[in-house]
Structure formats: structure tokens, C-alpha cells
């Protein structure tokens, strides 16, 4: 069993201003300083980010964008690259999420260059896959996942095998109110670390965490984090508010 420490990260999605975002973290700051063997990550808009690593400067929890463009600068107006991100010390970033492969044509092929580019700029991509409703009732998921997989994370070298992240994240579960069950999730994690362990080793394999999301709750993420293959979570709507989040972190 690899060393993983849980990583409970909060993705703030389009919501929060600025200063509704310092706020957030304000009260998280205080509230959680204590958290000990636990990771603890928040991903503002890109145009509260700098505020808030401001504001959680030497504390415990981490801070990482939404996305990000895989060229480092240039005529690429409305984007932001890994050096501005590295720049203000920015920890993680997020990389195709499900939103951004729905609306905004993210493909497996450009993960692939953000993650590259994020590990080259020195930031931790956490690499989001997950099946839609429909291919899951075709049968799909394995497939699926498989292709995100093999073709978004290609290329890894090594400390950088060990490092990612992926966020297994299925469609139909994002603010639906409907959970995967735990064993349904972990189905697909070990699947992902067999995977990952044929790519890159087992070493790697078990080094690597592999965050659950879509609907994690106060409620549901003990059940969720005590499956093996599970070493996080990735949350949407239940981390906009100090309160849940501060449980979903305790959990
Ligand atoms: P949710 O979102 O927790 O609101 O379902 C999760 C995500 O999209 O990262």
C-alpha cells in the first residue's frame, strides 16, 4: 500500500466573489488548523486565486485554479498560463473537468498538453475522467475511462508518475443530488489503479491518489473514504459553504 495521504478538495466552480471568497477561507483558515494526516485544497475562480493564497498564506490548506491554457504565454486572449499560476503559487490545477470537456471542447488530447505543461510549470494536475449517464447504461464506463486514461495522462515521467492526481467523476453524478454508491466508485478506482499500474508501474500505481466526485456530502464521505482504492474527494456545491466543508475535511 503506497503512502497516500487523503486529499479533500473544494471546487468552488463559478461561484464567490472575491471578497466572498476571502471570507470562505477566513473561516476555514481558523477552523482547520489543527487537521492533521490530511490534505486540504480550495479551487477559486481564477480572479479570486490570488486573494485567497494571500489570505491563506502558511496555513494548511492549499490552493489550485479550475484550469488553464498549455501554451506559457502568447496571443491566446481570455486565457491563463501555468507561469501565472505558478507565479502567485498556485499548488494544483484542475484539468478536464467534465464541464470543461461539455461546454468548453476539452478534449483528452489537450489534458494531455495540460498536464504536461502544469507538471513542466510546477503544479499538480488533478486530472478529472468520468463517464456520462448514457454511456454508462450502454456499457461504456470501462471504455471510457480507459481512453481518458490512456490518452490524458500519457507521457508521464518519473516523480511525475507518482504526483498526479486523478479525480474519477461520473457525469450523472455532479450536483445531482445522486452519489455513486461507494462500492460503485470503488469498482472504477480499482479499475483506474490496475490501469495506471500497467502504464506505470505499480509503484506509481500505489502512490497515486485517486479522488472521488460528484455529490460528496457531510453526510455520505465517510463511506466514501473508507473504500480502499478512494484517497479523496473532489467537491462541488457542498464546499461553498465554511460549514460543510469544514466536516467534509474532518470527515
Ligand atoms: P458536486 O461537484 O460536488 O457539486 O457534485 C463535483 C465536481 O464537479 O467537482
Known amino acids: 500500500m503506497g503512502n497516500r495521504v487523503p486529499l479533500i478538495a473544494g471546487n468552488w466552480k463559478m461561484n464567490k466573489t472575491v471578497k466572498e ?13 489543527d ?26 490548506i492549499k490552493v489550485g485554479a479550475q484550469n488553464m491554457y498549455f501554451e506559457k504565454s502568447g496571443a491566446f486572449t481570455g486565457e ?24 468548453f471542447g476539452e478534449t483528452d488530447e489537450s489534458v494531455n498538453k495540460k498536464m504536461k505543461v502544469a507538471f513542466e510549470s510546477g503544479i499538480i494536475p488533478i486530472v478529472c475522467v468520468g463517464e456520462t449517464l448514457q454511456q454508462r447504461e450502454k456499457n461504456e464506463t470501462f471504455l471510457i475511462i480507459e481512453k481518458q486514461i490512456k490518452i490524458g495522462v500519457a507521457g508521464l515521467s518519473g516523480e511525475q508518475m507518482k504526483k498526479l492526481v486523478i479525480a474519477y467523476e461520473p457525469v450523472w453524478a455532479i450536483g445531482t443530488g445522486k452519489t455513486a454508491t461507494p462500492q460503485q466508485a470503488e469498482e472504477i478506482h480499482a479499475f483506474i489503479r490496475k490501469l495506471y499500474s500497467e502504464l506505470y508501474g505499480k509503484d506509481a500505481a500505489e502512490d497515486i491518489r485517486i479522488l472521488y466526485g460528484g455529490s460528496v456530502k457531510p453526510d455520505n464521505i465517510s463511506e466514501i473514504m473508507k473504500q480502499p482504492n478512494i484517497d ?18 474532518n470527515y
Do not use: W
Open 21 to 33: 471568497s476571502v471570507e470562505l477561507v477566513s473561516v476555514l483558515k481558523q477552523k482547520l488548523t
Open 35 to 60: 487537521v492533521k494526516n490530511r490534505e486540504i485544497l480550495v479551487c477559486p475562480s481564477y480572479i479570486s486565486l490570488y486573494a485567497v493564497k494571500e489570505a491563506l498564506k502558511n496555513t494548511n
Open 80 to 103: 491563463i498560463s501555468p507561469l501565472m499560476l505558478k507565479d502567485i503559487n498556485c499548488d494544483y490545477v484542475i484539468i478536464g473537468h467534465s464541464e470543461r470537456r461539455q461546454y
Open 232 to 249: 479523496g474527494g473532489l467537491i462541488g456545491g457542498a464546499a461553498l459553504k465554511a460549514d460543510d466543508f469544514i466536516k467534509l475535511v
